[in-house]
């Protein structure tokens, strides 16, 4: 079962294998984008500063120049990006997880994780580029979803899926847990797929074997 072509898997520092090529590791040195700080609720909780995802990314080198170029507005101005904002990095100002989709089909083609600086600039700190890849933050863990699928599987129905949660570590990225899942083709009305059931036919007579004793 052959999987769909990754465009790339990278991010900063050392890898630690799964889907596709990734590397993790310290942020870059290069400033990706100036964002003014916003009010936010005090507490433990870090401040979240908004940010332009579009302006991150298309200044962003890390950003491969297929997704680069495949960013552009689906329907008026609307960018198929989604952003999420959270503490994972212990910055004093909440990291930035960025997905991009495709306006084709809303399957994510990249997701990148940007931590900010203390003169207000963002780095990248962590890159993946594969057909249907998904980040999100979970309880201080990025976690990192891509769909498996075969060489013959819809878009709508992967395989599988992996899973993998990475949690900072010093200045890097680095995988703590990671789950494999296989899905189940059993409720997908693929009945064309399996054998036919006849209905049952009374035996004949004839048919029966010889029983002991009997002429």
């Known amino acids: 079962m052959a999987g769909l072509v990754a465009f790339g898997l990278f991010g900063v520092g050392c890898s630690t294998g799964g889907t596709g090529t990734r590397d993790e590791g310290?942020?870059?040195s290069q400033p990706v984008a100036q964002i003014t700080q916003q009010p936010s609720p005090s507490g433990t909780t870090p401040p979240v500063r908004r940010v332009?995802?579009?302006r991150l990314l298309k200044g962003d080198p890390k950003v491969g120049e297929r997704v680069r170029?495949?960013?552009k507005p689906c329907a008026g101005k609307a960018y198929p990006v989604d952003t999420s904002y959270g503490s994972m990095t212990g910055s004093r100002t909440a990291d930035v997880v960025v997905n991009v989709m495709s306006c084709a089909d809303s399957v994510s083609v990249g997701t990148?994780?940007?931590?900010?600086d203390d003169d207000g600039?963002?780095?990248n700190v962590f890159a993946a580029e594969v057909p249907a890849v998904y980040g999100t933050i979970d309880r201080g863990d990025l976690v990192v979803t891509t769909q498996v699928y075969g060489s013959k599987d819809p878009l709508a129905s992967p395989s599988g899926s992996e899973v993998v949660t990475y949690r900072w570590a010093g200045d890097r990225f680095?995988?703590?847990d990671r789950v494999h899942n296989d899905f189940s083709r059993a409720v997908e009305g693929t009945d064309g797929d399996l054998p036919v059931q006849?209905?049952?036919?009374a035996p004949d007579p004839a048919d029966e074997p010889a029983q002991p004793g009997r002429d």
């Open 112 to 116: 990148y994780v940007y931590r900010a």
């Open 26 to 28: 310290p942020a870059g």
């Open 198 to 201: 006849s209905e049952p036919v």
């Open 174 to 176: 680095t995988e703590h």
């Open 121 to 123: 600039s963002y780095k």
């Open 52 to 54: 332009d995802a579009v």
């Open 69 to 71: 170029e495949g960013l």
